[in-house]
């Protein structure tokens, strides 16, 4: 029987661009904890919980780096989620 099954995706929360497994080409899992695990694990995606602990995802093109005093640092063409509530990003 081939029927509809529900999956869970990650796309970044600055440009939309959909997570994908580089290595074997797939995009989601049909659990939502082994998206969080994969997402949170791949060095090109970072992830960053804000002042409600809530989560975001973001893709290499938008994240680049902590600064010294751990502050995000995007890059100038990111669009910073309204929901995030975070104290100081910084753009270069
Ligand atoms: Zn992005």
């Known amino acids: 029987m ?14 939309g ?5 580089e ?10 904890s082994s998206m969080k695990e994969v997402i949170e694990e791949d060095s090109a995606w970072e992830t960053i ?3 409600e602990g809530e989560d975001f995802h973001f893709c290499s093109n938008c ?3 902590y600064d010294d005093e751990d ?3 995007f ?3 990111a669009n910073m989620p309204n929901k995030m509530q975070i104290a ?5």
């Open 63 to 65: 994240f680049r780096y």
């Open 75 to 77: 890059s100038q063409t």
């Open 88 to 92: 100081e990003f910084i753009k270069i």
């Open 23 to 32: 290595h074997q080409g797939f995009a989601a899992f049909t659990d939502k």
């Open 2 to 15: 081939i029927k509809t099954v529900k999956m869970y995706g990650c796309e970044c929360d600055s440009c």
């Open 49 to 51: 919980a804000d002042m």
């Open 71 to 73: 502050r995000p640092i």
């Open 17 to 21: 661009e959909k997570w994908i497994d």
